[in-house]
């Protein structure tokens, strides 16, 4: 596995685990891993730029889970997000393919999907725009599936997992939702933007990957999703369980771009540091995105935990960790 010492990936294993299944996981030092602490996981030292290690820590294995990415919606170097998750992507399926791997199971993500028509919910049909595309972080995790759709014309045995916004416990870096979530905790939180998502229980995640693995069909995409929802409502169930009062004030998608557009100035060119609000992201709060996961929930069995229990397990787990 790729990227098990991340949020989505040490989810993944404990799922694994739970079911008896050896882990092998590439990491990129033998150092401390907190998502790992404690499991057994056999770990490979490497990365996925250097093929070598690629192939020592897939040789002998069933299945390789493809985790690892770099789903910052900025970064100082322009060209990582490419190296990442486009190189990195065409170098795990390579030597999974040389090493005799029946199944890649490959982890993208919802926002590469279209927009939806006006009323209607996005599906794994829906195809996207140049528009949609924009920001380094979608175009690359969309070549990404093309890495892996000309796997596949080529005969390798591929199958595409796409989370929506996975929360719960064991976000150790955090992600940006688990930011959102402490934000909230520690009172940061001054104004609520009004962007569509949808949030689904991390745990459901990690078992739509073991159900792509078992179940899906090759060359597929299934959508990994549960609550469409808005930003504000999430905030509302922060507040019922924690009893701190969400935002009074509420951004429109226009005033958050400009927003954003300001900060990439100041923060991302002038001081060369994370912009609080990435224009990415303000970017994905001017469409609504709402979608569509039967299919993942036929074809995988994807359960559908309680998106609001999900965000309570994430407030303990922060809390319990000493986050906040």
Known sequence: MTGATGFVGGNLVRALLHEDVEVRALVRSEGNHPALDGLRVARTPGGIEDPESLRAAAAGCDVVFHVAALT????????????????????????????????????????????????????????????????????????????????????????????????????????????????????RMPVAIGVHLNLIDVDDVAQGHIGAWRHGRKGERYLLGNWNTTLPEVLSVLSETTGRRPPRLRAPAPLALAAAYLDAVLEGVI???????????????????????????????????????????????FKDHGYA
């Open 72 to 187: 910052t919606l900025w970064d100082r170097d322009p060209g990582r997000h490419h190296r990442v998750n486009v190189v990195g992507t065409r170098n795990v399926l390579a030597a999974a393919e040389a090493t005799g791997v029946e199944r890649v199971v490959h982890t993208s993500t919802w926002v590469v999907v279209g927009k939806p028509a006006p009323g209607s919910l996005a599906t794994e049909d829906t195809q996207p725009s140049k528009a949609d595309l924009r920001g380094a972080y979608r175009r690359t995790k969309w070549l990404a599936e093309q890495e892996v759709q000309a796997a596949v014309a080529r005969g390798q045995d591929v199958v595409i997992a796409s989370p929506t916004v996975p929360i719960g416990p064991w976000d150790v870096k955090p992600t940006p939702t688990g930011r959102i979530v402490l934000d909230f905790i520690r009172g």
């Open 271 to 317: 001081l060369r540091r994370q912009p609080y609000l990435p224009m990415e992201a303000a970017r994905l709060a001017r469409h609504r995105m709402a979608v569509d996961c039967k299919k993942a929930i036929s074809e995988l069995g994807l359960p559908q935990s309680s998106a609001a229990g999900a965000l309570e397990r994430s407030v303990r787990w």
